[in-house]
């Protein structure tokens, strides 16, 4: 039972490494506590947005194109929909960070952007109401990832390249050895593998697992909540309104248009409660304030948006400064780890396949993932 490559959780980013690596003709087996795509960590809920010029810093834009190539080239080989070009309206006020770096990503990489006042941006589309204070910077070319969707993809293209993917199958135990010796892993129900070099993205987990790597990460599991409402489909469908991020000071928000009659969805990006990953999350609405934060947004900037028709629970893995992890271990130069997303890392998900697959094979990777390293928290 030994691998050239141990790709640890087959999620968001685990599943796209372990198309990487089979591409590229190595022996790889995914591991998974479930059935991915499944809804028990960070990537369930039928959208996730994309956006290249980016409110949470300049620094992501190049990651970003280099995704949204990558997610382009799946495109080209599924016959799956993965991705909606419904443009992404980022709402802020002028002197605030995000709107300023939406701005400056946007001229420093001769990104497509257009900056409307609130008066414009309720004329183009009717469904919002933005008070005069709040400005509007529209990216044409953004837009929506169908993110099972994207999984089931990557899943179905790793398989066929000649990866093995074990499901139900929950990682107990990492065994490393110094000076890039075989890595020994064992699973919950028994099995015992072997790898020459491990990819750890376990999401939610990551915390729990890198203990036993001697690793105490800094990221914290969050329950976030999410919903859809009904919503008049010639003011706020897929043709006629785009997926939209609010930063409001004070709190953030981010939705998208009804896809396929879904009903207007929004999610509130700051905030939520501390979780344990393994105990049953306490579902949408039992938890108070968790209509009401939603209610209250689209009071003020949707009112024409209908009632709630369904609301979920989902997982954001947050590091103190909400930037990612996605790095070697600086032991064991034959692991590396992808984690702590923070609530912004599904756009970039086939970007960090392809570094952690870089990072296992040579050791290095072209994009600058120093931002990302693990030695900023020492
Ligand atoms: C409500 C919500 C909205 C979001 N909106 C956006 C958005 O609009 N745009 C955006 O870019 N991002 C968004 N995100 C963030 C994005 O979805 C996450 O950053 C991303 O999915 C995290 O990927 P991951 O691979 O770390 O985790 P996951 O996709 O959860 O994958 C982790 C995998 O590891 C497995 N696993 C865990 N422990 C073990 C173990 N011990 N052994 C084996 N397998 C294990 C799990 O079963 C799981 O399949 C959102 C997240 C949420 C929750």
Partial sequence: MHYQHIVIGAGSMGMAAGYFLANQGKEVLMLDAFNPPHEQGSH?????LIRYAYGEGVEYVPFA????????????ETPREIFKQ??????????GVFVRNVCESAKTFELPLAVLTAAEVNEKWPGLTLPADLLGCFEPTSGILLVEECIAAYREAALKAGAELRLNSRVIRINPQQGNEPVTIETADGAVFTADAVIVSVGAWAGELLQQLDLKLPVTP???????????NDLYDEQSFPGFAFDLGDSAYYGFPSVAGAGLKLGRHDGGLPIN????????????GDEEELTEFLRRFMPQVGALKEGKTCMYTMTPDEDFVIDLHPTYRNIAIAAGFSGHGFKFASAVGEIVSDLVTRGETTLDISPFSLDRFQ
């Fill in 277 to 288: 990953p393994d105990e049953p999350k306490q579902a949408f609405g039992t938890v108070k």
């Fill in 86 to 95: 419904t443009g992404v309206l980022n709402v802020g006020r002028s002197d």
């Fill in 222 to 232: 969050i329950r976030k909540t999410f919903a859809w409402y009904e919503a008049t």
């Fill in 65 to 76: 194109i280099r995704a949204s190539e990558l997610w382009q080239t799946l495109q080209a």
């Fill in 44 to 48: 369930h809920g039928g959208t996730r």
